[in-house]
């Protein structure tokens, strides 16, 4: 596979993962996603499908942002970059490892034991959506600095 058919499918990844955000988040005035929902909103098809398509969406940025990043290395990329990337990879899956539990897991404890669901949400749970958000941002912000600002060769 040559390097520009690579490119080309990366960008296709992240395009798709782009307008799967943007189904979820469509999706999200219709479906209740606050953790302290009652145990039978985990078990609605809604739900699954939520954060189906939230899941899909982070995978598939995960696919075509290397591929991405490595295609503009050479132009802008540098250490600043580097670490952005590594901030959006790590912040993509910790929130890729709570979208794979609220899919799998949260439904089927919600209809079993619900007792089990409040001790679960009430642990140290809240790590993976902060933290993941944390991530993405800082990691956002300093791609974005990069790719988007100026060469100090230029100025």
């Not at 598939?60 to 540098?78: D, V």
């Not at 669901?117 to 902060?130: D, K, M, R, V």
């Amino acid at each position: 596979m040559s390097s520009t058919q690579l490119f080309r499918m990366s960008c296709m990844s992240l395009l798709l993962g782009a307008l799967f955000s943007l189904i979820t988040a469509l999706l999200s005035f219709f479906v209740n996603t606050s953790f302290t929902s009652p145990p039978a909103t985990f078990q609605s098809p809604l739900w699954s499908t939520y954060w189906g398509l939230s899941f899909a969406a982070l995978a598939l940025t995960l696919i075509g942002l290397p591929a991405f990043y490595l295609r503009l290395r050479g132009q802008r990329g540098g250490r600043l970059g580097f670490f952005g990337l590594l901030f959006i990879l790590v912040g993509s899956f910790l929130v890729l490892g709570m979208a794979g539990y609220f899919v799998s897991v949260l439904p089927v404890v919600a209809a079993k034991a619900p007792q089990i669901l409040t001790a679960t949400l009430e642990s140290g749970f809240g790590i993976f959506p902060l933290g993941g958000t944390l991530f993405l941002t800082i990691g956002t912000i300093l791609l974005g600095m990069r790719f988007c600002g100026r060469r100090s060769s230029q100025r």
